[in-house]
Nanobody, 122 residues
Framework: QVQLVESGGGLVQPGGSLRLSCDFS????????IGWFRQAPGKGREGVSC????????YYGDSVKGRFAISRDNAKKTLYLQMNRLKPEDTAVYYC???????????????WGQGTQVTVSA
């Protein structure tokens, strides 16, 4: 049974940093890409980042490039999202998610966890 469990969300001031973690397990197959998307109140999903399983290639959404960094520890089965220089517009629920198979949109995830709230405010 696929499980994705996020942690590390919270309240942070603008310009601050936060690191999210995702414990993943139970995959009966080699997924295509594992990463994060976010959803702010009243808005649609936004792809944040993804790391490709086969070679570790990383992808980032335009709004977070240069500020966020994705990494994974395969031995611990943990995914991380280091978020730096946070802005109020980064406020959202962040979901750890998996794209199981190849497709044109790398952020078209098909499985995700419960999410963790990130609030950026003074």
């Amino acid at each position: 049974q696929v499980q994705l469990v996020e942690s590390g969300g919270g309240l942070v001031q603008p310009g601050g940093s936060l690191r999210l973690s995702c414990d993943f397990s139970g995959f009966p197959y080699n997924y295509y890409c594992i990463g994060w998307f976010r959803q702010a109140p009243g808005k649609g999903r936004e792809g944040v980042s993804c790391v490709r399983h086969i070679d570790g290639m990383t992808y980032y959404g335009d709004s977070v490039k240069g500020r966020f960094a994705i990494s994974r520890d395969n031995a611990k089965k943990t995914l991380y999202l280091q978020m730096n220089r946070l802005k109020p517009e980064d406020t959202a629920v962040y979901y750890c998610a998996v794209k199981s198979f190849y497709g044109d949109d790398v952020f078209e995830f098909d499985r995700w966890g419960q999410g963790t709230q990130v609030t950026v405010s003074a």
